[in-house]
């Protein structure tokens, strides 16, 4: 079992940054495929990057190609996401979310742990 717990939400101008991380507890992390999903109020909950056991694999959606980059650090049982040239559309709740199966899943099925949760706020 895993807990997963977001830190670095807050309020950007668009085309700033942010760096979102993603701390994990318990055993085995780096045979955990993580994704970072995104969801806006009244709107459904998004898939936005994920990556590999490794870090080898990665995979975007196409709203944030070019401007989101995820990685991690398997040393430290985080995994980090990159936000530059930020957008008003980008305005929401992110989610760390992470499941023991191989894969670059990319949807909320795919995953059996998530964290609560960081606000992200972009501003024009």
């Known amino acids: 079992q895993v807990q997963l717990v977001e830190s670095g939400g807050g309020l950007a101008q668009a085309g700033g940054s942010l760096r979102l991380s993603c701390a994990a507890s318990g055993r085995s992390f780096s045979r955990y495929t993580v994704g970072w999903f995104r969801q806006a109020p009244g709107k459904e909950r998004q898939f936005v990057a994920t990556?590999?056991?490794?870090?080898?694999?990665?995979h975007y959606t196409d709203s944030v190609k070019g401007r989101f980059t995820i990685s991690r650090d398997n040393n430290k049982n985080t995994v980090s996401l990159q936000m530059n040239n930020l957008k008003t559309e980008d305005t929401a709740v992110y989610l760390c979310?992470?499941?023991?199966?191989?894969?670059?899943?990319?949807?909320?099925?795919?995953?059996?742990?998530w964290g609560q949760g960081t606000q992200v706020t972009v501003s024009s």
């Open positions: 979310a992470a499941d023991p199966r191989p894969g670059l899943g990319r949807y909320s099925s795919d995953y059996q742990y």
């Open positions: 990556i590999s056991w490794s870090g080898g694999l990665t």
